[in-house]
């Protein structure tokens, strides 16, 4: 998430601003410049670290206190129900004077910037209002920030529809990061963002030692040659649209399944006590179902603030049948979860 740290960086040079603004439950570095920006209590470490960045409150359509169900840009919607008129959001327009709040209370009139991950890893797949961050992005911008798409994890065609998960939002940032994907596990980060921003650091000495190196350069060209060649992205929409609507069907038969999101490769299986409370599964449940997993075959990772979230996000080139045997193995351990249970 090194990435992560020049974004900060040129977004302060570049604006002569300091605060920078960013999501409750996001995540997008450890180093003691990113954590400021993590807003997960389990990676703060009680030492100083990220001064000037402010949270913001996160607009969870599930867990939030507004949402409903024609919310999100995912061909699964919340079980909440909403009364909005075709067209109109009205969650949104909470979490959008929620953000406003933000602005008039907690940071100057001139900030730095704002800076998002497209759909959140980390905290388990969380899907925003689909208008929310042309909004943000807008209001940022009359403050004279720039604005972030952190898509280390949402990019390179992960979410199957488009190549990079801000285009999802019909937005464009002022600035890109991203890692992970860029390298199909060989350690780099790239930072993409205009010429004009770029020229602030120009005119300031900065340099990266191993920045820009040839080996690395080789490894992403043919990175983003095996996307294109072995037609990922579309495997990744047709593969994650079968993953989410197997999980959705899941949803109906299991009490403890609250909500399940996202697009395409990258779905988030949120667990709870019940589907009236949305009140998270305890982590001596979450645990068990985790374990039968992986000893079935299948490893799921887990997130959210509460560690109730399985997060899928299988390599892009999952076959269907993977997938299925996937779909299988989470309701074979949902089912001994329901033995467990009833023998308690």
Known sequence: ????????????????????????????????????????????????????????????????????????????????????????CEANDQYIEQFKDTLRTCVPKAIAGFIAEPIQGVNGAIQYPKRFLKEAFQLVRERGGVCIADEVQTGFGRTGSHFWGFQTHGVVPDIVTMAKGIGNGFPMAAVVTTPEIANSLAQNLHFNTFGGNPMACVVGSAVLDAIAEDGLQKNSEEVGAYMLLEFAKLREKFEI????????????????????????????????????????????????????????????????????????????????????????
Request: one cysteine or more; charged letters at 20%.
């Open 1 to 88: 998430y090194n990435s992560n740290d020049l974004a900060m960086f040129m977004a302060r040079v570049y604006t002569r601003n300091f605060d920078l603004i960013c999501f409750r439950g996001g995540y997008h570095g450890a180093s003691p410049y990113t954590l400021g920006l993590t807003s997960i209590g389990s990676y703060k470490h009680g030492v100083a670290n990220g001064f000037g960045c402010q949270t913001t409150m996160l607009p969870d359509v599930f867990h939030g206190p507004w949402g409903g169900s024609h919310c999100r840009d995912s061909l699964v919607q919340t079980i909440r129900k909403c009364s909005c008129s075709q067209g109109c």
């Open 257 to 344: 399944i609250g909500d399940v999101r996202g697009k395409g490769l990258m779905i988030g299986i949120e667990m709870v006590k019940n589907k009236d409370s949305r009140q998270p599964l305890p982590a001596e449940e979450m645990s068990p179902i985790w374990e039968d997993c992986k000893d079935m075959g299948v490893l799921i990772g887990r997130g959210g603030i509460y560690n109730q979230t399985f997060r899928v996000k299988p390599p892009m080139c999952i076959t269907k049948q993977d997938a299925a045997f996937a779909v299988e193995v989470f309701h074979a351990a949902l089912m001994r979860h329901l033995e467990r249970t009833a023998a308690n």
